[in-house]
């Protein structure tokens, strides 16, 4: 069973920069491909960005693409997510996913393995 932890929250201003992590343990993450999620106040939990497993392939959520990255490092076992030009829209619990499926998915029921989540603030 993998255990995933994400960390790098926090309060940003608009237009700032927030980087988070995952670290994964319990058993390597090379082999599945890694998604992020978030889901803000009153929302549901919403797709955001996800990589193959070699890292050769990203797919982004129309809302944060071209400011966000999603990164692994399979020898550390780490899924990072660097997020630019945040907007107050972005405010949200964000959250690292393993997935259970082979292949592109947006679907949070196609991830078996979720972090606790970790906290994004952006104040206009």
């Known amino acids: 069973q993998v255990q995933l932890v994400e960390s790098g929250g926090g309060l940003v201003q608009a237009g700032g920069s927030l980087s988070l992590s995952c670290v994964a343990s319990?058993?390597?993450?090379?082999?599945?491909?890694m998604g992020w999620f978030r889901q803000g106040p009153g929302k549901e939990r919403e797709f955001v960005a996800w990589?193959?497993?070699?890292?050769?392939?990203?797919y982004y959520a129309d809302s944060v693409k071209g400011r966000f990255t999603i990164s692994r490092n399979n020898a550390k076992n780490t899924v990072d997510l660097q997020m630019n030009s945040l907007k107050p829209e972005d405010t949200a619990v964000y959250y690292c996913?393993?997935?259970?499926?082979?292949?592109?998915?947006?679907?949070?029921?196609?991830?078996?393995?979720w972090g606790q989540g970790t906290q994004v603030t952006v104040s206009s």
């Open positions: 996913a393993l997935s259970s499926v082979f292949g592109f998915t947006t679907n949070s029921k196609d991830f078996g393995s």
């Open positions: 319990g058993r390597s993450i090379s082999a599945s491909g």
């Open positions: 990589i193959t497993m070699s890292g050769a392939t990203t």
